[in-house]
């Protein structure tokens, strides 16, 4: 007898689906660079806004959103090793994936903030460092591309793994937000129906947290506290609001 | 035997190292090119992408001539033998494999000379839209060459 559990609330959904389709386009714009490498920027932002959302949402968004109901610990990972874990949300090896693909997209967002291609286009932090530092992170920001590439991959063969071979069907929960399970399991899993729904106050409170974090990132913290530069470039001939730039670009 | 042979291939020789210059040198003279273009490029961007209110006709030409320039300055002189490694004003990032590229980079050197050129002849026209649409196809030329021939750090 199977019972339809709701296992995915609609802000974790459009998270996930909202991330694949942004990493895809940071993707595209990236290689093929001139005009669109700033929409590489604004895709970075943006996914940094998903990222901050995710991680409070691991902390009040609802039961199978959160880092808790999931997070693999030594013992869960050793009961799923011994055949012993039963649960309704990611077995500890998905939960590990979960956390390595968080990582990554965010070692890329992180390193990406402060990078520069040497052409026209400086991350949004840039100023915050020089142009030596910058230059590592963007060497940093090229390598961990295919570090994120492989869990990708890794990813994408596990979903078609568990269609093919486990015969779960993997991507429907994470359109619907609705997943069958045994009864039994559902009771073992939640014997008082103890799950936390979604709730709107928190969900609001979180869009406003990433929000605040885009807009920081974004020049919001540097038009409130502008950053000195070292050394002034002297504008008098091209007299525009060009901001000045520290010469030290090769 | 003159004693004036020897003398005078050792000055031949000195005076043909000179002229190819010392590997740092090459090194130095090209990091300096690319600096100077990114000066510019950074000018068309703030004039034409970002703050287009800011637009300035003759200064947006001046910046595109100047890469043009550049692009247009033979800079292939300055890739000579052995300029892999060594430094100018920083570590070179050239990748060895320039040396067997040699086809691949003049297809992309061309690139760079087309863009550049044609940027420079939209700029004395004054039309911004079609100088951001060029400003972006040099800067896909500069991007593809890097990504041919240059190490990522």
């Known amino acids: 007898m199977k019972v339809t559990i709701h296992i995915w ?3 974790h959904r459009l998270f996930h689906w909202l991330l694949a389709v942004s990493v895809v386009a940071a993707y595209i714009t990236a290689s093929i660079g001139g005009e669109l490498i700033d ?3 604004r895709l970075g932002i943006f996914i940094l806004g998903l990222l901050v959302f995710r991680i409070i949402w691991g902390f009040i968004g609802s039961t199978h959103s959160r880092f808790s109901t999931f997070f693999p610990t030594f013992s869960r990972i050793s009961a799923y090793l011994k055949g012993q874990w039963q649960g309704i949300g990611h077995n500890p090896l998905g939960a590990l994936s979960v956390l390595a693909l968080l990582a990554a997209v965010a070692v890329q967002v992180g390193t990406g903030l402060f990078a520069n291609d040497d052409i026209a286009f400086e991350g949004p932090l840039f100023d915050l460092i020089d142009k030596d530092v910058s230059d590592k992170l963007t060497g940093l920001h090229s390598t961990t591309f295919y570090i994120l590439l492989g869990f990708v991959v890794l990813h994408l063969i596990a979903i078609v793994f568990y269609r093919f071979v486990k015969k779960t069907n993997l991507v429907k929960p994470m359109l619907t937000g609705k997943k069958e399970v045994p009864r039994a399991l559902a ?15 928190r969900f609001i409170l979180s869009l406003i947290i990433s929000s605040t974090v885009v807009w920081g990132v974004s020049g919001g913290i540097t038009k409130l506290y502008p950053v000195q530069h070292q050394q002034q470039a002297s504008n008098e001939s091209t007299s525009t609001d060009v901001a000045p730039q ?5 | 035997m003159n004693k004036k042979i020897p003398l005078a291939i050792l000055l031949a020789a000195t005076a043909t190292a000179a002229l190819a210059g010392p590997i740092e040198e090459q090194i130095r003279f090209r990091q300096s090119a690319y600096s100077f273009a990114a000066w510019n490029i950074q000018k068309i961007k703030a004039q034409v992408v970002d703050h287009p209110e800011t637009y ?6 001046a910046a595109a001539n100047a890469i043009a320039a550049v692009a247009n300055s033979g800079l292939g002189a300055l890739y000579g033998e052995g300029t892999d490694q060594g430094i100018g004003w920083k570590q070179t ?5 320039f040396f067997q590229k040699k086809d691949e980079v003049t297809k992309v050197a061309n690139t760079f000379n087309e863009a550049a050129n044609e940027l420079a002849k939209v700029a004395a026209t004054g039309d911004v839209n079609l100088i951001k649409t060029q400003f972006g196809k040099v800067g ?3 991007k593809s060459c890097h990504d041919l021939i240059r190490i990522k750090e």
Request: aromatic share 8%.
């Open chain 2, 56 to 61: 300035n006709k003759d200064s947006v030409a």
């Open chain 1, 39 to 41: 929409w590489h920027g």
């Open chain 2, 140 to 142: 896909e030329s500069c």
């Open chain 1, 187 to 201: 009771e073992a899993v939640a014997p008082d129906h103890s799950t936390i729904g979604f709730g709107a106050v």
């Open chain 1, 246 to 250: 520290a010469p030290s670009s090769f």
């Open chain 2, 93 to 97: 990032r050239l990748k060895p494999e």
């Open chain 1, 9 to 11: 609330d609609l802000p």
